[in-house]
T-cell receptor
Framework: SQTIHQWPATLVQPVGSPLSLECTVE??????LYWYRQAAGRGLQLLFY??????ISSEVPQNLSASRPQDRQFILSSKKLLLSDSGFYLC???????????FGSGTQLSVL | GQQLNQSPQSMFIQEGEDVSMNCTSS?????WLWYKQDPGEGPVLLIA???AGELTSNGRLTAQFGITRKDSFLNISASIPSDVGIYFC????????????WGAGTKLIIKP
């Protein structure tokens, strides 16, 4: 069966520090991968999606970047965090036509 | 851009009551997905709908793909305390190229 792993679960970082969040998927090949951000009590905002290794599409201009160095690995990064980068970050994967998305357990990022 | 309106924003109900929430879009969708999110966790897929008029159940949950293809509803029968959480609808419109449009969520709260 397929599983998705996302870490860390919580992270507190100072403003201006770098960020690296990692997500890996097991049990499937060539998945579509997604990074979402969720503000407290709000809906999901798509940040990046990837349909293959090295292929990244960005949905909103921002202080973040994403990379997909391996088929089942998706990384969210920042060189210098801003206060506004705080939020709940979710990784998800999907596959096939009319795909369903399956989410990781999320990372709560607090930038202080 | 594409809009997806989810209502109600929140619901206070008594245990044992039936619950109904819905989503409407400005475009024709070919996929509707319903998710539930518990605090601090990623959303979990409840029901997926792919055909206009389709009615699908998952335990006490029932969801329907509207015949106009612009709406969907989710019903929960005989609510129990573990139904508490935020419910999200998500839809994929024609020619959306992988992207899901998300509702803002319905927060379900059970009165003590």
């Amino acid at each position: 069966s397929q599983t998705i792993h996302q870490w860390p679960a919580t992270l507190v970082q100072p403003v201006g520090s770098p960020l690296s969040l990692e997500c890996t998927v097991e049990g499937t090949s060539n998945p579509n991968l997604y990074w979402y951000r969720q503000a407290a009590g709000r809906g999901l905002q798509l940040l990046f999606y990837s349909v293959g290794i090295g292929q990244i599409s960005s949905e909103v201009p921002q202080n973040l970047s994403a990379s997909r160095p391996q088929d089942r690995q998706f990384i969210l990064s920042s060189k210098k965090l801003l206060l506004s980068d705080s939020g709940f970050y979710l990784c998800a994967w999907g596959a096939g036509a009319n795909e369903k998305l399956f989410f990781g357990s999320g990372t709560q990022l607090s930038v202080l | 851009g594409q809009q997806l309106n989810q209502s109600p924003q929140s619901m206070f109900i008594q245990e044992g009551e039936d619950v109904s929430m819905n989503c409407t879009s400005s475009s024709i969708f070919n996929t509707w997905l319903w998710y539930k999110q518990d605090p601090g966790e990623g959303p979990v897929l409840l029901i997926a709908l792919y055909k206009a008029g389709e009615l699908t159940s998952n335990g006490r949950l029932t969801a329907q793909f509207g015949i106009t293809r612009k709406d969907s509803f989710l019903n929960i029968s005989a609510s129990i305390p573990s139904d508490v959480g935020i419910y999200f609808c998500a839809g994929r419109f024609m020619d959306s190229n992988y992207q899901l449009i998300w509702g803002a969520g319905t927060k379900l709260i059970i009165k003590p």
